[in-house]
């Protein structure tokens, strides 16, 4: 009986790192190419937002972050949201509750653009 048991050890602990290989795969590949996070932050730096195009669940809270030493002004392209000038160091938040495409830029310097994407 105890040879039995022995030999089960190693197969099960094959088994489990298999299982964890597997999950770290599926996440990896999920999120390739565009960020994905439950609650998200895009930095506003060298006027640019990064990151450029933000993948997220609905529901999820995204906070812009000034790092520039100039104002940024975030706004979507439609209206939907738009944030007051923001200094050095100062933030702006947004939570998505619909699924969708949301575009935005900095007011202020129109060529800086960005995208959410909010799976549902």
Same mark, same amino acid.
């Given at each position: 009986?105890?040879?039995?048991?022995? %030999?089960?050890?190693?197969?099960?602990?094959?088994?489990?790192?298999?299982?964890?290989?597997?999950?770290?795969?599926?996440?990896?590949?999920?999120?390739?190419?565009?960020?994905?996070?439950?609650?998200? =932050?895009?930095?506003?730096?060298?006027?640019?937002?990064?990151?450029?195009?933000?993948?997220?669940?609905?529901?999820?809270?995204?906070?812009?972050?000034?790092?520039?030493?100039?104002?940024?002004?975030?706004?979507?392209?439609?209206?939907?949201? %738009?944030?007051?000038?923001?200094?050095?160091? =100062?933030?702006?938040?947004?939570?998505?509750?619909?699924?969708?495409? /949301?575009?935005?830029?900095?007011?202020?310097?129109?060529?800086?653009?960005?995208? /959410?994407?909010? =799976?549902?």
């Amino acid at each position: 009986m105890t040879q039995s048991y022995a %030999r089960l050890i190693p197969a099960c602990g094959a088994r489990v790192s298999f299982a964890l290989l597997l999950a770290m795969a599926v996440f990896l590949s999920a999120s390739r190419g565009h960020a994905l996070a439950a609650d998200a =932050e895009i930095k506003i730096a060298n006027f640019t937002f990064e990151p450029p195009v933000l993948t997220v669940k609905v529901g999820t809270t995204v906070t812009w972050v000034n790092d520039d030493d100039i104002p940024h002004l975030v706004a979507e392209k439609d209206g939907k949201f %738009r944030s007051s000038a923001l200094d050095t160091n =100062e933030t702006f938040s947004e939570t998505f509750k619909d699924a969708g495409t /949301i575009e935005y830029f900095c007011v202020l310097h129109p060529h800086m653009t960005g995208k /959410i994407v909010v =799976e549902p």
